[in-house]
């Protein structure tokens, strides 16, 4: 380094050598600040990613566990004593009863099988077994073809001695019976038919509920 | 002299350093080597702890899949000090009007305790929600999770299914699976600190539990509810002691339902007497009346001894042997009835005669054929082998007795067991609970021409016997009742010590069910055929309905009938 005197003061000045050093010590730092830097702001990123991963899987578990809790819900709700209890108390419905009498839609005119819907509704003959359908087969015929009326008390003579299969295909079971205790006579119905809907008020009987398609016994 | 002493003290103390210090090193390699994975597991101990976590137990599910029994986290409410609630008389009552619990007791834990205090444990999962509320609205009121069971069904196959406890199973198949529902532990390692807090490092605990296994039982949820309010229906009808209800699958021997009345709610199983946790069908044995005359016919048959056609003399209804007189129920309609008659009309004369011709061994033998005597293959807990004594204990009376099925009491699967080998067509039916258990290989036990004529006599039962209010329509079903008395016994609340039953096949020239009704001390009337007959009769319609029969004809047969194939 020279020194260039003004007057009597000497000024210093910059040699080279000194501004390379300089120049030197500004990229080390420069090289081991950005890696720095970088590190710093690259975590910071992965923090705040992190604590927004945490955040989901918070979010995830309590998902699942309201997801696990609406299963259960929907399976209490399915259990066959709320769909029945509902079924009835609701909606009123009743089961289907093979052996109850319905009363069928007012047939068109000029159509087969008309009456059955000023019919009474009279109980069904215990006796009067044949033709029965099987559980859930109401079928359409039955509504467009009504049996005839059996005479009250009918009794089924082929019963007692038609092979089993054949007897018991057609048979309603019949009232249990309990020593001395009289078997209700009870007046033949026709056995039509289904589910619908307008219905005459039997004389005298009890009104129907509007919510039910039959009548309980 | 002196110069001569100094090494030797100096030699003395080197030496006594180098022996201190080879103890020391010794003492050190004894520590650090020899008992060094000794004390490294001490130190462990003091610093960690293992702790155990129950897994979920694994889910009961019916044979289609529906859940029976199912596991969750309950929410309970605690907190840490009591001393520090803002409101604890709030707190209290909406505590109080949650779980249940008397309001006036929580406040007095609260106001009693200074630590930590449970407000309600395992409340319903669906009440999560409003415990949420709770600890959002009183400030120092926490809720944790805890493992619970929950029954979707409530009642449905209570006794069968049973409950748990804080140590699992109580009773039923919780009880008797335990092992198997039980899903297993999960171990974590925790740090301690000085105080011995709990220090769980985060990485440690699962986000999420894994899912339980389920186990799919062979139990027909729709069957079970329809036997069960069939059941109830009876049962409360006929103010009866208790009733059951059994619906099996002899092809292969699932059991679709096992009701039984009275029962319980495994959700609150608290609330309910042991008694009624009770699986009656399996744990109590009744005597099975004249339901048992199709052991007697099923050995005069197989024996080779009678035929069907074969006439057995009842007079007039009444056998006097030794000191006791046999009664008919209803006096014979005629002298002489053929075994089918005997049958059909349930005559104890008959039955009686039948059994002393066949003679003991070969009465004891068939019963035994049959699994009178000796518990089912399901080994259920508690279960009851039922009584049936040796031909050496016998007296006189018991040969004739046991013919008409006084003097032995069986449970009702096993009555059932021995109807199902019948409509099995003479094979040996091995009950099941779990459908992907596999079916044990066939083992003939009765004639084929033997089970052919049994059900014919069934279904003459139904048809011009005592069953006829079991008849299903569309459907020919077969079966016998049953109307035992209760030996020594006295019924209480005005009931009468008699058993109905009715236990038949349906249908008869295909079985698919043998379906079992039981009512145990009705009150008013007593008969199988007029109690347990209809019931059986809503139960066997439901149930074929349910398992879709009759089955699609097949294409050739729909082309024939002309319709679409």
Redesign the interface.
Known sequence: MKDIAIGTKPIRQPDERSMAEALRITLLIFTLATPFFLYMGLSAGQVKEEYRLSKLVEHRRILLKEHERLLLTRDALLSPSVVDTTAREKLGMVEEDPQEWTVGTPPEPGKQGGGAEARPPAKRDRADTNGSPAPGLHSAARTSRPAPAAPPGASRPEAKKAPVASAQQHAVPAAPKEKGRPEKASPAVSGASVKAVPVAKPPGGPARPKTQGRRRP | MTQGLVPSRLRLFGVFVAVLAVLVVGRLAYLQILRGGYYAALAQNQAQERIDVDLPRASLLDRRG??LA?S??CPSLYTFDPQKLTDPVGLARAVAALSGRDADDILRDLRARRKFTWLARKLP??D?DEAKAICGRFKGCDLM?EAGR?Y?????AANLIGCVGTDGGLTGLEHHWNDNLQGGTRSYLVMRDAVATRLIPMEMVP??DPKPVAVRTTID??IQ??AE?VLNETVAGLNAKDGVAIVLDPRKGDILAMAVAPTFNPNEPGKSTINSWRNRAVTDSYEPGSTFKLITLAAALDSGRFRPTDTIPVGNGTLTVGPKTIHDDEPPIKAIYTLEEVFAHSSNVGAARIGMALGEDTMYHYMRLLGFGQPTALHLTGESAGRLRPPKEWSMLSLPSLSFGQELRCTPLQLTLAYAAVASGGYRVVPRLLPDEAVAPPERILKASTCEALK?MM??V???GTG???????????GKTGTAQKIGQKAEGGRRPFIAYFVGVAP??DPRIVCLVMVDEPVG?I?G???S??AF?KIV??S??RLSY?DRPSDSDMALMGGPP
């Open positions: 529906f859940p199912a969750t986290q999962f669906q999560y999770e929950y979707p069904n409530s009642t449905l986000d999420v949820q729709a509810f329809e309010r014919d279904g003459r139904v048809t011009e006829k209010a079991a008849a299903v329509p569309g459907v020919v079903v077969g008869l020239e009337k008969y055929g007029a109690i007959a209809p009769s319609a439901f074929l309905k009759p």
